[in-house]
């Protein structure tokens, strides 16, 4: 009898523990991440852009929160919301919503909303973002051969932006390069001038700066490009079109097409007489 109440009470434990440890692993499987997501402005010439970007903690690690399904909304001053587009993150847990075409009701302020409903990975996230509209105009200024990069940063109303921080660089193929000193302020008039102090090579001589305000907690991040031809010319140095030894096989040097050529139709053409006179001596002497 005593031994039936053990087995018995063993064996409501083991359910216990069973029933405890499914809905611990049940738990687990089911438990929603917690997405970060950031949502910046970028205007880049012009092409306005928000770039919106997730990623949830795994452990210690972060994680790009790939296929994050986003509603992108445009704020109005009454709160109301208007549906601009859904968008889902890429592989690198970042996508890009163009917006130009949401700017252009001449406000002086704009506003979006970044939302997604919670899903079975993630939970309920909203992001919010407003800023005011710029304008950056930059262009090269020679005087007395001496070059310069000018730009003029202005608001919506065309009023110069004193005291703000654009960086002037040059595109290269791995990394910008600073021009002169790299980081100037707007004067009063909304303008800097940044001296060229040294003419890098561009193919064809073709060279571009670019003029930045970047990640304005007012007006987000706004880029200029100048295209200019002041660079020295790159003179094309390549093989690829002639006939080298590291070209690729359509362009090999005839030589290497040639005399291999040869040497395998005059080792085949001697096997052929070979087998011949072979075949024409068993022939004689089954004759």
Partial sequence: MKNNKIKNSITLLLCFVFIAFSNTVVNAQTKKQKARVSVTYNKEVNLNFLKISGKYKEGKKY?????????????????????????????????????????????????????????????????????????????????????????????????????????????????????????????????????????????????????????????????????????KPIVDQSAFDERTMWSPPTKAPWFNLIIPNILIVGIWGYLVVLVFNLYRISKHKSS
Avoid: C, W
């Avoid at 509603?71 to 549906?83: A, G, H, I, K």
């Avoid at 390069?177 to 003419?199: D, H, Q, R, S």
């Fill in 63 to 231: 994680n790009p929160a790939v296929g994050l399904d986003l509603e992108v909304y445009q704020v109005f001053e009454n709160d109301s919301l208007v549906f601009l587009t859904n968008v889902a993150l890429n592989k690198k847990g970042v996508t890009i919503v163009d917006v130009s075409k949401a700017l252009q009701n001449n406000l002086e302020q704009y506003g979006f909303k970044v939302t997604h409903k919670a899903s079975e990975k993630f939970k309920k996230v909203s992001k919010t973002i407003s800023f005011q509209i710029a304008n950056l105009n930059a262009s090269l200024k020679t005087k007395e051969e001496k070059h310069f990069i000018v730009a003029k940063l202005t608001n919506v109303k065309n009023e110069p932006i004193e005291g703000a921080e654009l960086k002037v660089q040059l595109q290269r193929y791995f990394s910008p390069l600073a021009v002169g000193k790299g980081i100037y302020f707007t004067n009063e008039n909304g303008i800097i001038n940044a001296p060229i102090t040294e003419i890098m090579p561009g193919l064809e001589g073709i060279l571009n700066y670019e003029v930045i305000l970047d990640d304005s907690d007012d007006y987000g991040t706004i880029k200029d490009i100048v295209e200019t031809t002041i660079g």
